[in-house]
């Protein structure tokens, strides 16, 4: 999966395109001891510049040995890339690992968004989420966004980035292809 999103994305930016490509790591992957070579070779395969690929590894992954996570994600870093925490606040979320990991971005998951504008509390989460975050000089990405009114709720909460069927349903390539050159009017 990796191989083929960096290689796809290479050939977006040979053909003008500067789009940035996210790939998740799982829990079994983010405890290989030569993860960071792996990536190292796959985005060097690929020509890919490291700054255009995010690795998304899930919370879970992280606080069952936040010690051994730190050493991946500047392993990670060093070569580059830019790491996400996935589905932040769904698991047992420790705000001390916060401000010690590498990472760069926070992904509101989707279940808060589903009732971001139906419930108070789920508002309240979410904004604090915003906060923290911005405070800890991280980006924001949301996930899930299906409505105009979630989406408006997220952008006055100040997130930085969205994600969701809102925006399209997952693509084949052609059809992202077409999609994508629509949108840049190419």
Not at 84 to 92: A, C, E, K, V
Not at 133 to 144: F, P, Q, S
Not at 158 to 179: N, V
Request: charged residues 25%; aromatic residues 6%; hydrophobic residues 40%.
């Amino acid at each position: 999966v990796l191989r083929t999103a960096c290689h796809q994305t290479k050939s977006w930016h040979d053909d003008g395109f500067p789009l940035h490509v996210a790939v998740n790591l799982s829990a079994c992957q983010f405890r290989d001891k030569s993860l960071s070579h792996k990536i190292y070779s796959v985005v060097e395969e690929s020509g890919l510049d490291p700054n255009y690929l995010n690795l998304e590894v899930t919370e879970s992954s992280i606080v069952t040995d936040p010690e051994a996570a730190k050493k991946v994600l500047s392993e990670l870093q060093d070569l580059g890339v830019s790491i996400s925490i996935d589905d932040f606040g769904t698991g047992h979320s420790s705000f001390g690992y916060l401000r010690t990991l590498p990472v760069d971005v926070l992904k509101i998951d989707r279940s808060f968004v589903a009732s971001l504008t139906s419930d108070d509390n789920t508002a309240v989460l979410v904004r604090t989420i915003v906060t923290l975050a911005h405070d800890l000089r991280l980006r924001v990405v949301a996930e899930g966004i299906e409505t105009h009114e979630q989406l408006a709720a997220l952008t006055a909460m100040g997130c930085d980035e969205w994600q969701g069927y809102l925006h399209s349903k997952p693509l084949p390539r052609d059809e992202f292809d077409e999609k994508l050159r629509a949108e840049w009017n190419v």
